[in-house]
């Protein structure tokens, strides 16, 4: 759970230390995703697992990876360009409170209790402290609505994923490499549009999107499966909590970016509501509903 935890919390740190120096938005989603699926490709080849065969099955990761990998790798990358990384992964933690207005939407959460609902209400009240609009220092801007957009197109994307890809037999590892090889087709298409890069690419970028593609991402799929199915998937899901701790801790001690009182309490308040809105699935959901809440993630 700690390395799992510091990979998937360090990829904000990845991808502020990638935009500094040199590399544009498009480029390190392209190459995060490519990254990440010549891990899986090669874990999934070791454990001789097949890729999908089905049209219908890449027809759906499609949709998947577009809103799992594609989009939100994309989202993060241009909203770090004006927002610290630590603040990113706070964002980023309120996935599970756009998870669950989503399933009031479409119905799969139709008996939803009190304390669910005070946590929603508590967890969007703490990303409102975070943006603070009524400070002329506040994060309300283009950035950091990006971030919150990423945050929810993994909702939208868990949503689907555990309606139309988890449980219907295919093999998880191949499934994922499926995704993300899927995802690299769909941001090579916003290449050309991406435009080049503002500066010169140094090594230490080249380095930062090696380690994002390679541990942030691909290992990071790897590692979520393996402990879903040695501990559990509620400790998988557990892992969410550390990553904006994580994220806070590495983009202040190692980018020195600026820790204010008011994102540190933002942050616990979401926390708490996400606590409180996953209330009913500790105590009475399976956990094969929990598993399809983190068994498709990778940020």
Known sequence: MGVLALLWGSAFLWIEVALDNGLTPAQITFARCALGALVLLALAWSARQRLPRDRATWGRLVVAAFFCNALPFALFSIGQQTVDSGV????????????????????????????????????????????????????????????????????????????????????PLALSAAQLLTATGLSTLALPAGGTATGQITWVGVIALVILGVFGTGFTFALNYRLIADEGATSAATVGYLLPVVSLALGAIVLEESLTFRVVAGMAV????????????????????????????AR
């Open 270 to 297: 979401v926390l708490a509501g996400v606590s409180l809105t996953r209330w009913q699935k500790r105590t009475e959901s399976s956990s094969s509903q929990v598993e399809a809440d983190v068994a498709g993630t």
């Open 88 to 171: 990113a992964g706070v964002l980023n933690a309120t996935t599970p409170l756009w998870s669950l207005l989503i399933g009031i939407a479409i119905g799969t959460e139709r008996r939803i209790r009190p304390v669910r609902l005070a946590g929603l209400l508590l967890g969007f009240a703490g990303t409102l402290l975070i943006f603070a609009p009524w400070q002329q220092d506040g994060l309300m801007g283009r950035g950091a609505l990006a971030i919150l957009g990423a945050a929810l197109s993994y909702a939208v994307a868990f949503a689907y994923m555990a309606r139309k890809l988890t449980g219907k037999g295919s093999a």
